[in-house]
């Protein structure tokens, strides 16, 4: 049997010039592309490289359920595993795309890890992209780490003491996912007088993108689910280098 090589690449946060040059070059040939979609058919991930794409090339949306049910999630990555697998089955290279890096918080590690578990005979080959954190910091001028700086990147969740736990040792935190809990940080950050260390940023990089530098003013909002907040302790210059006039600042990529 001729089967063909899965590919999970990640596309960068939503600029279209920070799609890898190696991951130009596959987009250009590969036969099938998969994707994340949304219930509607939407996808960021195809938004960032579809001028990229070969014409006429196999598309696959794939559907990543919202849900904490184990039962409904393993039946639906088998699926989602099968149809990926009957395209490498007839000798189809497979593209997954994804926003940001592969390997980071992304649908690609459960993807390539069931798959390597059912089907140990594919040939897998990870593309890193910019990550949301990197295309963040660079847009807003924020070092991340320097010398022996410490760097957390932490998944938002409603366990605030994590939350505390997470400012408290760290120089710099990056909370991913934000939004849904964005009331509950504001209130963290202004407790240990760190909000004006605090800027929040939706889908980076993107015609979409929105940074908000006044982020106290957030509080009670609902933002895009594509949203992070980078808080950095020895954040000195860049308010009044970049200017605060409200929540919404500066719109676009």
């Known amino acids: 049997m001729n089967i063909g090589k899965l590919y999970a690449m990640g596309v960068g946060p939503g600029d279209k010039e920070l799609v890898?040059?190696?991951?130009?070059?596959?987009?250009s040939k590969t036969d099938v592309i998969a994707?994340?979609?949304?219930?509607?058919?939407?996808?960021?991930?195809?938004?960032?490289?579809?001028?990229?794409?070969?014409?006429?090339?196999?598309?696959?949306?794939?559907?990543?359920?919202?849900?904490?049910?184990?039962?409904?999630?393993?039946?639906?990555?088998?699926?989602i595993v099968q149809e990926v697998w009957e395209k490498l089955s007839s000798g189809k290279n497979v593209a997954f795309v994804t926003e940001g890096d592969?390997?980071?918080?992304?649908?690609?590690i459960h993807l390539t890890g069931l798959?390597?578990?059912?089907?140990?005979?594919?040939?897998?080959?990870?593309?890193?992209g910019i990550s949301s954190i990197n295309g963040a910091a660079s847009k807003l001028d924020i070092p991340l780490a320097d010398g022996d700086q410490q760097?957390?990147?932490?998944?938002?969740?409603?366990?605030?003491?994590?939350?505390?736990?997470?400012?408290?040792?760290?120089?710099?935190?990056?909370?991913?996912?934000?939004?849904?809990v964005l009331t509950e940080v504001i209130g963290i950050l202004k407790e240990m007088d760190l909000?004006?260390?605090?800027?929040?940023?939706?889908?980076?990089?993107?015609?979409?993108?929105?940074?908000?530098?006044?982020?106290?003013?957030?509080e009670g909002q609902e933002l895009e689910y594509l949203t992070l907040m980078i808080v950095k302790k020895a954040l000195k210059e860049h308010k009044s280098r970049q200017g605060t006039t409200g929540a919404g600042s500066r719109q676009g990529a």
């Open 195 to 218: 909000v004006d260390k605090a800027t929040v940023v939706t889908k980076v990089g993107s015609p979409e993108e929105v940074i908000y530098e006044d982020v106290a003013s957030l």
């Open 20 to 27: 890898t040059l190696k991951a130009y070059r596959i987009l």
């Open 151 to 180: 760097l957390g990147i932490i998944p938002a969740t409603y366990d605030m003491d994590a939350m505390r736990k997470a400012l408290e040792e760290h120089d710099t935190v990056v909370f991913l996912k934000v939004a849904k």
């Open 35 to 79: 994707y994340p979609r949304k219930l509607n058919g939407d996808s960021y991930a195809l938004s960032i490289v579809e001028e990229y794409l070969q014409e006429g090339v196999e598309r696959v949306g794939l559907h990543f359920p919202m849900t904490r049910d184990k039962e409904l999630l393993k039946a639906k990555w088998e699926a």
């Open 115 to 128: 798959m390597k578990e059912r089907h140990p005979e594919v040939e897998i080959e990870i593309i890193p």
């Open 102 to 108: 592969p390997y980071l918080y992304s649908t690609a």
